[in-house]
């Protein structure tokens, strides 16, 4: 069972590139997230998506874009790196019907990113 | 808004012996989720136990339970018979049913770094 797949595990990126992290279930999961974690915190949601082609912000989103043109796949880009952008980065996904709201989030096992 | 307090940045405990982990929350919705997290070196994030807030049981799964007092907005772990497998960060995490706002997602606390020692 693959559940949600995320690359790179690793990036180390230059201030001002960009890149997109990648996340992908297989769930048929209708709500996406990603969320960063930074040292001694717990996670921050970043982006969140009820389903294709709807996003919204969460806590953290500035630097940050998303798209979500599949129930797939949800990837999250920066644009302009920053070193404030240092973190490790986790997609989850989980069902949107209320009667399986006690259904955990399936988390991906995370992108340690370190902007230099 | 809704907050998730962990005060116990670290915790310590002897192998085979009990350990309570503690988390308080700040809502002023009547029904939620709450769940902890554990969060080994490999950086996965693995669903330890979960507590409808509906329900007045505490939540068991094998040597993990939790104390949930819902007028206190507390919600403890308690980790029997240690192992040291069970080394890792414990997040505490807050679910709310409002699906008119954040869908679902969860709000974390800052997690306790538990110890195992032999």
């Known amino acids: 069972n693959a559940g949600v797949t995320q690359t790179p595990k690793f990036r180390i990126l230059k201030i001002g590139q960009s890149m997109t992290l990648q996340c992908t279930q297989d769930?048929?999961?209708?709500?996406m997230y990603w969320y960063r974690q930074d040292p001694g915190m717990g996670l921050k949601l970043i982006y969140y998506?009820?389903?294709?082609?709807?996003?919204d912000k969460g806590e953290v989103p500035n630097g940050y874009n998303v798209s979500r043109s599949t129930t797939e796949d949800f990837p999250l880009r920066l644009e302009l790196a920053a070193p404030s952008q240092t973190s490790v980065y986790f997609c989850?996904?989980?069902?949107?019907?209320?009667?399986?709201?006690?259904?955990?989030?399936?988390f991906g096992d995370g992108t340690r990113l370190s902007i230099l | 808004a809704q907050t998730v307090t962990q005060s116990q940045p670290e915790m310590s405990v002897q192998e085979a012996e009990t350990v309570t982990l503690s988390c308080t929350y700040d809502t002023s919705e009547s029904d939620y989720y709450l769940f902890w997290y554990k969060q080994p070196p490999s950086r996965q994030m693995i669903l330890v136990i979960r507590?409808?807030?509906?329900?007045?049981q505490n939540a068991t799964e094998n040597r993990f339970s939790v104390n949930f007092q819902k007028a206190a907005k507390s919600f403890s772990l308690k980790i029997s018979d240690s192992q040291l497998g069970d080394a890792a960060m414990y997040f505490c995490?807050?679910?709310?049913?409002?699906?008119?706002?954040?869908?679902?997602?969860?709000?974390f606390g800052k997690g306790t770094k538990l110890s195992v020692k032999p």
């Open positions: 507590q409808e807030a509906y329900k007045q």
């Open positions: 769930m048929n999961h209708n709500y």
């Open positions: 995490a807050y679910r709310s049913l409002n699906y008119g706002g954040s869908q679902g997602n969860l709000i």
């Open positions: 998506s009820v389903g294709a082609g709807i996003t």
């Open positions: 989850a996904s989980s069902y949107s019907e209320r009667a399986r709201s006690n259904q955990p989030q399936h």
